[in-house]
């Protein structure tokens, strides 16, 4: 049974407002990812996630990630909506940060604005922003939202949210 949403406070969309199954749009935030002193993508092109219970994952342009940085992954998963992933790491220096990025190369037609745009979990980098503030990472080890206070929860990830 999903919990009880959490008070909506002004300026904020309660992430159970949010569609079952997902939808994708496009949003004109200031997404920034920034980790060992070098900004490793940069976008105001995002497109977001937004599925009930999930604060919003964030799809960077391939060209607004920084050059060089990614290399791809071992393995994939499948996601009933969007379809097949694949998964990106991001290479620093000598610093190899493991599958902290996915895409889909050939997703649903519902999805199909996602192609080759690349979403990155919050966690593994030194600072996520979206407009300037530092998004919090999304309980749990699969799911990649990023939650600001512009989203009242709970969110789905953590401990005893499996059957939300």
Not at 53 to 78: C, E, K, N, T, W
Not at 104 to 126: Q, V
Not at 130 to 153: H, L, R
Request: charged fraction near 15%.
């Amino acid at each position: 049974m999903p919990p009880k949403p959490d008070p909506v406070q002004s300026g904020q969309r309660s992430v159970w407002d949010f569609p079952r199954p997902a939808i994708a749009e496009l949003c004109d935030a200031h997404i920034r990812i920034q980790h060992r002193g070098m900004i490793v993508a940069e976008t105001r092109n995002a497109i977001c996630t937004c599925e009930t219970s999930h604060p919003p994952s964030y799809y960077i342009p391939p060209q607004d990630v920084a050059p060089g940085l990614l290399r791809r992954a071992s393995g994939s998963s499948f996601c009933e909506w969007k379809g097949a992933a694949s998964y990106w790491d991001v290479v620093i220096g000598d610093e190899v940060l493991q599958r902290v990025g996915w895409s889909y190369a050939s997703p649903s037609a519902s999805f199909a604005i996602l192609r080759n745009h690349i979403a990155f979990y919050a966690g593994p980098f030194d600072r996520c922003t979206v407009n300037g503030e530092t998004a919090i990472p999304q309980p749990g080890a699969f799911y990649g939202g990023w939650i600001t206070s512009g989203f009242a929860g709970p969110f789905k990830g953590g401990p005893g949210t499996m059957g939300w």
